[in-house]
């Protein structure tokens, strides 16, 4: 694990220890921890949604092909959405993508790695 990782880590740890988990899960067992194939760009993506239940908000997204894994978690930020896009152009470009759905209150970058 990188220092960037740990410091992450230690930040969910702080703010939401079941998300800490869910990620340090992702981070040893996904492709999402490495990048190392040079191809892209790896991110955490938080959401907060102003529908609930969620389920439906979630149907209309969890199937966009740059999404990795998709975890609901409960706390100020109901969800997050691990990913894999080209570069950063299309990383803002997903962003934008989630912030127009309907029931999406926000969506932010959270972390993202070459």
């Known amino acids: 694990m990188t220092d960037d990782e740990g410091t992450f880590?230690?930040?969910?740890v702080r703010v939401e220890p079941a998300t800490?988990?869910?990620?340090s899960k992702i981070y040893?067992?996904?492709t999402v921890r490495t990048g190392d194939d040079g191809d892209g760009l790896n991110a955490i993506i938080s959401l907060v949604f102003s529908e609930r239940?969620?389920?439906?908000?979630?149907?209309?997204f969890r199937s966009w092909p740059e999404i990795l894994h998709y975890?609901?978690?409960?706390?100020p930020v109901h969800g997050y959405a691990l990913?894999?896009?080209r570069d950063a152009e299309a990383l803002a470009e997903?962003?934008?993508?989630?912030?127009?759905l309907t029931?999406?209150?926000?969506?932010?970058?959270?972390?993202?790695r070459p």
């Open 9 to 12: 880590l230690s930040l969910l």
């Open 71 to 75: 975890y609901s978690v409960t706390g």
């Open 94 to 100: 997903l962003v934008e993508r989630f912030s127009g």
């Open 103 to 112: 029931g999406v209150a926000s969506a932010s970058l959270t972390r993202a």
């Open 83 to 85: 990913v894999k896009v």
């Open 20 to 23: 800490a988990y869910q990620v």
């Open 28 to 30: 040893a067992d996904s």
């Open 53 to 60: 239940p969620c389920h439906p908000v979630v149907k209309n």
